[in-house]
T-cell receptor, first 114, second 112 residues
């Protein structure tokens, strides 16, 4: 059973650019959630996808968008990057909502915006 | 607003001492409570998940309790080891399958 994987590991962008982060869910999981973790803080929920549809969104602007593919892998896209977007971005996968709901996290992508 | 608080933010103990980590939440209508470990610059490792209908979960040296009426969860780590040094985060699960709301974490240092 493979765990949650994310790519790339690190990324450096400049303000105003766009970035795409990728996540592969744990085998058998069909729900993926994305979180942003600023340095020294707990993760903040960005959004969740279930069966390729958005299934809940946190307090993040529309320039944060996502996709989930038929194989349950996922992308997080951020447009018009701002300095405050510098953070560790984590994705988590889980089984069908409403059953056990234990979320398993990937290693994260460290994004630095200059 | 649903909030999760972890106090203290940092903790240092000698090896062998039992660790007690606290987590409080404002909304008693939780779906579940999950504890995670995070090593510096790394992702989150799930330690224990407590469903709202449960009062505690145990795994090896770890035991987590849940008291919905007081809005508290406690993670106990018995006989701490230097390898237990990490940040421990608790997260409250809301509606089924929905977002986790995290506390700020407790950074633990176990001194040899």
């Amino acid at each position: 059973e493979t765990g949650v994987t994310q790519s790339p590991t690190h990324l450096i962008k400049t303000r105003g650019q766009q970035v795409t982060l990728r996540c592969s869910s744990q085998s058998g999981h069909n729900t993926v959630s994305w979180y942003q973790q600023a340095l020294g803080q707990g993760p903040q929920f960005i959004f969740q996808y279930y069966r390729e549809e958005e299934n809940g969104r946190g307090n993040f602007p529309p320039r944060f968008s996502g996709l989930q593919f038929p194989n349950y892998s996922s992308e997080l896209n951020v447009n018009a990057l701002e300095l405050d977007d510098s953070a560790l971005y984590l994705c988590a996968s889980s089984l069908v909502p409403g059953i056990r709901d234990e979320q398993f996290f990937g290693p994260g992508t460290r994004l630095t915006v200059l | 607003k649903q909030e999760v608080t972890q106090i203290p933010a940092a903790l240092s103990v000698p090896e062998g001492e039992n660790l007690v980590l606290n987590c409080s939440f404002t909304d008693s209508a939780i779906y579940n409570l999950q504890w995670f470990r995070q090593d510096p610059g790394k992702g989150l490792t799930s330690l224990l998940l407590i469903q709202s209908s449960q009062r505690e979960q145990t795994s090896g040296r770890l035991n987590a309790s849940l008291d919905k009426s007081s809005g508290r969860s406690t993670l106990y780590i018995a006989a701490s080891q230097p390898g237990d040094s990490a940040t421990y985060l608790c997260a409250r699960g809301g509606a089924a399958g929905n977002k986790l709301t995290f506390g700020g974490g407790t950074r633990v240092l176990v001194k040899p």
